[in-house]
């Protein structure tokens, strides 16, 4: 099947689950828990990642897929072959307390490496795709990453952790950022922060993440032109596009005074510790 099918089938798929996170929340029909590293999870998490893994499991049977509920054994990142990367409610916490942040992102990879990413925001009524080499759309329309060329004129996003103990190491790479660029944001989606570099909204987005969050936007941003890496190597076990650490999407004038800006406020923190 060409890329552009599987791009068809995810959308429609990515949307159809983008109603049932409207109606879940519209009905207030889900119940919350934590997981062990304190993170929320709702009914209507798992129930849109069965739904997506059904529709999938229709149209692709048996192509492995990687979610963040039903299947998140991360080692299958590892193997050769197709994988689908599936986060079904990204911004669970924003969704739960009815904001608007939350998306569905689907990626599909072959060998590793990212061919098609959506990522669907219900609240927002935006769709982003990207498909390999074709560039990348919101609602159909071709978008294009930020021009900009100066770090203090360059608005920047990340996030945090979930568990409190991890949050503090991170302290001195925001200083840093708010030291030398415009501002920050923090909307609590990955997958939408990715687009909305992809699209020109912000200058810069890093961030530690799951391979759920990102892979689908990643793929959006450097479709779109922005520039996207790590901070750090990648270690030789994981495909560089699945690998979700230390992550940085910049516009192109930006990418590499933005990762010195960070890297350096690491070495200053190891430094006085």
Not at 141 to 153: K, N
Request: hydrophobic share 40%; charged share 30%.
């Amino acid at each position: 099947m060409r890329d552009a099918e599987r791009l068809a089938i995810a959308t429609d798929i990515a949307e159809q689950a983008g109603r049932m996170i409207q109606d879940a929340r519209l009905q207030s029909r889900f119940d919350r828990r934590y997981k062990k590293n304190a993170e929320l999870v709702t009914d209507a998490d798992v129930a849109v990642d069965q739904f997506i893994a059904d529709q999938l499991e229709r149209h692709f049977p048996g192509e492995p897929r990687l979610t963040e509920e039903l299947s998140p054994d991360k080692e299958s990142m590892e193997r050769k072959g197709p994988l689908w990367v599936v986060d079904p409610i990204d911004g669970t916490v924003n969704f739960a307390q009815g904001l608007p942040h939350v998306a569905v992102s689907i990626a599909w990879a072959q060998d590793g490496k990212v061919h098609v990413g959506v990522v669907h925001a219900p609240f927002l009524e935006e769709t982003f795709t990207a498909l390999r080499g074709e560039g990348a759309r919101l609602n159909d329309r071709q978008i294009r990453a930020s021009t900009a060329s100066s770090l203090e004129r360059s608005l920047v996003a990340t996030g945090f952790p979930y568990r409190r103990e991890s949050r503090a190491p991170l302290v001195r790479r925001l200083t840093s950022v708010l030291e030398h660029c415009q501002d920050i944001r923090r909307c609590g989606s990955a997958a939408l922060d990715l687009c909305n570099v992809a699209c020109g909204r912000l200058e810069a987005y890093y961030e530690s993440v799951s391979p759920w969050d990102s892979a689908a936007g990643l793929l959006i941003a450097r479709e779109a032109g922005a520039r996207t890496g790590h901070l750090y190597p990648v270690p030789d076990t994981v495909p560089e596009e699945l690998y979700s650490e230390h992550i940085l999407a910049a516009a192109p004038d930006i990418y590499k005074p933005m990762k010195e800006l960070l890297i350096r406020a690491d070495e200053e923190r190891y430094h006085h510790e």
